[in-house]
């Protein structure tokens, strides 16, 4: 059975046209079509936030439509009178049609007809039709609507929130696919380097085999040549893995591309530089959080209208309640629906009626739920605000310092290279010369292939950290904001 489950989950996937073994040539916009294409599942997740604000929203609307209630209820008894002058009621019906309105300013109403029909042992079919009206006030807690208001602003809120969230988890959720787009074109740039020294270490092998066969070199010389081979090649073969890597975790946010080969598309690494620059300059130049590229802001406002509103709302949790109930009725009465229709219309009957509800909450324990609602709406929606407030400064400020490390780090590893590669000549050429031995040519292989994997390392630390401002500061106007 476990077999045949998996078979029918991979149905899809294998049928889907998007899934072929053709290999698929990957670039940053390839990832921005397929969340257009609406092909990453994370990603309309991420809107579920949006879309449950919409819910409660429409949820604390719908309660202020008016509805028809319709209702009919027949009745029949085959009882004995326990004596002449005790009734028993052997037929009874009753239809009723009633429009209910509950308002946002605090009062419902109601508007109905009703039909009542009954027959005894002293009347038949006695027929009563009316035609009524009811109002219900809150005349304290709800007056002019304060709670009904008061709760459907914070949902209309909660809905603009939501909407503003869920943009930043979908923007957000295309920022760490790009960054693995980026660490696979890292890999592929430190992979070049570890091949390029393996075909070095490859041809110095061959060269020592040579020279020991005709006597210059020893065994050892050759032995130290090939542990290098060995070493480069594990090297290469753990940048394969990290690849691997990568691919399984950008496979997992795109189900379409899980059965394909993936290549990168050809890229240009001096350009993105110069927009990683020109993005970095932007930053630098932003002396305080530009508030008019991030939406975090917005959110941070919204969550301290929430929170007043929720204070408003539970210092009315422990009022007292004041209901005011009013009536008015019309009727005809008769025996027999159609008599009874045609007194209500030419000689009705009034009714009227009014009734005050008090309730008056007793003891404490409505009095410490209105201070715990206080506390939670404090704590909740003021340590959010906190939250966002801090990740807006602390984005802005603290990659605007890291950046410029990371570009001065960037600078001496240039410097670092091209005098390290100076220096690899040189001892090249005093190796061919037999004035220094295998070793120390080995040592500056190595310090020269370090330094050009940490300056590939260096410039994906600054693209990750320009992207993760991005995904902060989702408006940011420089290019490698615009895929």
């Known amino acids: 059975m476990k077999s045949l489950y998996l078979a029918l989950l991979l149905v899809p996937i294998l049928l889907s046209p998007m899934s072929s073994f053709a290999t698929l040539l990957l670039d940053e916009k390839t990832i921005l079509d397929f969340s257009r294409k609406g092909l990453i599942p994370a990603l309309e997740k991420s809107k579920i936030v949006s879309l449950t604000g919409e819910l409660k929203n429409s949820s604390a609307l719908e309660i202020y439509s008016p509805y028809l209630q319709l209702s009919g209820a027949s009745n029949r008894t085959n009882e004995k009178a326990l004596a002449t002058f005790v009734p028993v009621t052997s037929k009874t019906e009753k239809l009723s049609a009633e429009l209910i309105q509950k308002t946002k300013q605090g009062f419902s109403f109601s508007a109905g007809f009703n039909s009542y029909l009954f027959s005894n042992n002293f009347l038949q079919n006695g027929t009563t039709d009316g035609m009524g009206v009811k109002i219900v006030m809150d005349l304290n807690r709800d007056l002019f609507g304060r709670l009904s208001k008061n709760k459907l602003n914070e949902t209309r809120l909660e809905e603009s929130k939501g909407k503003l969230l869920a943009d930043l988890n979908g923007k957000a959720l295309i920022i760490s696919l790009r960054k693995i787009y980026w660490r696979l074109v890292a890999n592929a740039e430190a992979t070049k380097v570890t091949n390029h020294l393996l075909l070095a270490a490859k041809e110095q ?16 010389e050759v032995s130290r040549y090939q542990a290098l081979i060995a070493s480069r090649q594990a090297k290469l073969l753990s940048l394969k893995y990290q690849k691997e890597i990568g691919l399984r975790d950008l496979k997992s946010f795109i189900p379409e591309i899980s059965m394909q080969e993936i290549e990168l598309a050809p890229y240009d690494i001096e350009q993105t530089v110069q927009k990683v620059l020109a993005c970095s300059s932007y930053i630098q130049q932003q002396s305080t959080p530009p508030l008019q590229n991030t939406a975090f802001d917005e959110i941070v406002a919204l969550l301290n209208d929430i929170y007043n509103l929720q204070l408003k709302r539970s210092q009315l949790y422990n009022k007292w309640e004041v209901n005011l109930q009013g009536e008015y009725t019309k009727i005809g009465k008769a025996r027999g629906r ?68 990371l570009l001065e780090v960037i600078s001496y590893q240039k410097i670092n290279a091209k005098h390290l590669n100076d220096s690899l000549k040189n001892t090249k050429r005093k190796y061919n010369q037999a004035r220094i031995g295998l070793n120390e040519l080995i040592s500056e292989q190595e310090i020269y292939f370090a330094n050009e994997l940490d300056t590939i390392s260096t410039q994906l630390s600054i693209i990750d950290g320009i992207l993760d401002y991005l995904a902060v500061f989702t408006e940011t106007p420089c290019e490698l904001n615009r895929i």
Request: hydrophobic share 35%; proline share 1%; no cysteine.
């Open 338 to 405: 159609s008599d009874a229709f045609d007194n209500f219309q030419n000689s009705s009957q009034r009714s009227w009626g009014a009734a005050l509800t008090l309730s008056i909450p007793l003891g404490k324990n409505k009095k410490t739920t209105s201070e715990i609602l206080e506390d939670l709406a404090k704590k909740e929606v003021l340590a959010s605000a906190s939250e966002n407030l801090a990740k807006i400064q602390a984005f802005h400020f603290q990659t605007h310092k890291s950046l410029n490390y």
């Open 205 to 220: 092998a061959q060269e020592a085999q040579k020279k020991f066969r005709s006597g210059v070199a020893d065994s050892g």
